[in-house]
């Protein structure tokens, strides 16, 4: 699909309380298992 992975901060207000969290997006695009995948299938 060709998306960058990445982190994001959202800052967000819940029952008054306002808190901030660090979310990953497009997690599906990552690459870190394409040398586990070339090892299982001696690619």
């Known amino acids: 699909m060709g998306r960058q992975p ?7 207000t819940v029952n008054g309380k306002s808190e901030e ?6 997690t599906w695009e990552k690459l870190d298992y394409v ?3 070339k090892t299982a299938f001696n690619l």
């Open 6 to 12: 990445g982190t994001k901060k959202v800052q967000y």
């Open 21 to 26: 969290r660090e979310f990953e997006t497009f």
């Open 35 to 37: 040398d586990k995948i």
